[in-house]
């Protein structure tokens, strides 16, 4: 079955990094457009990034463009975050989530990290 | 940039219930929308891709329905284990683009 399982999050200073890793298994990762997505404590969900099956297309949302970086690892069926200049705002759960064959959109989410930004 | 808006944002509804959901978007994204639902401290689930396609293992009580710039969710009859909070999301263009949630309650 599809697993997708969040890891690397926690707390971190404004103006830190922090790396998120997905770590996918249970379907053809190399085969599937992946993004991030994320929910601030008590609001809506956000769009994050997406990347393609191959990693040569990326897409940002406005709020993390030039901050944030998305990238793959199909030999390790891993996909990344790499989240630069933290903000207080950035404070959220990331989820991961895959496109199903098509390109429709999250039709598996993983359990999401916590990434809290704060002094 | 698509901005996506639902209403209402809040409604209580009794088990038995018809309750449609409307997203609006600010231009048209043909069929490139999708229905979510959350609960709290659950990941959210998706009921509904291309507009109308209900995603396999959801209940039949939920369809939707729109095309273009409007969009709607119904439950048919409302169950306990349907009250959450619902979004769409467009992705006919990036950046994609959630509606701010519908939270669902019990009347």
């Known amino acids: 079955q599809v697993q997708l399982v969040e890891s690397g999050g926690g707390v971190v200073q404004p103006g830190g990094s922090l790396r998120l890793s997905c770590a996918a298994s249970g379907f053809t990762f190399s085969s599937y457009g992946m993004h991030w997505v994320r929910q601030e404590p008590g609001k809506g969900l956000e769009w994050v990034a997406f990347?393609?099956?191959?990693?040569?297309?990326?897409y940002y949302g406005d709020s993390v463009k030039g901050r944030f970086t998305i990238s793959r690892d199909n030999s390790k069926n891993t996909l990344y975050l790499q989240m630069n200049s933290l903000r207080a705002e950035d404070t959220a759960v990331y989820y991961c989530a895959k496109n199903q064959g098509g390109g429709w959109p999250f039709d598996y989410w993983g359990q999401g990290t916590l990434v809290t930004v704060s002094s | 940039d698509i901005q996506m808006t639902q209403s209402p944002s809040a409604m209580s509804a009794s088990v038995g219930d018809r309750v449609t959901i409307t997203c609006r978007a600010s231009q048209g994204i043909s069929n490139y929308l999708a229905w979510f639902q959350q609960k709290p401290g659950k990941v959210p689930k998706r009921l509904i891709y291309?507009?109308?396609s209900l995603q396999s293992g959801v209940p039949s009580r939920f369809s939707g329905s729109g095309s273009g710039t409007e969009f709607t969710l119904t439950i048919s009859s409302l169950q306990p284990e349907d009250f959450a909070t619902y979004y769409c999301?467009?992705?006919?263009?990036?950046?994609?683009?959630f509606g701010q949630g519908t939270k669902l309650e019990i009347k």
């Open positions: 990347i393609r099956y191959d990693g040569s297309n990326k």
């Open positions: 999301l467009q992705h006919n263009t990036y950046p994609y683009s």
């Open positions: 291309a507009a109308s």
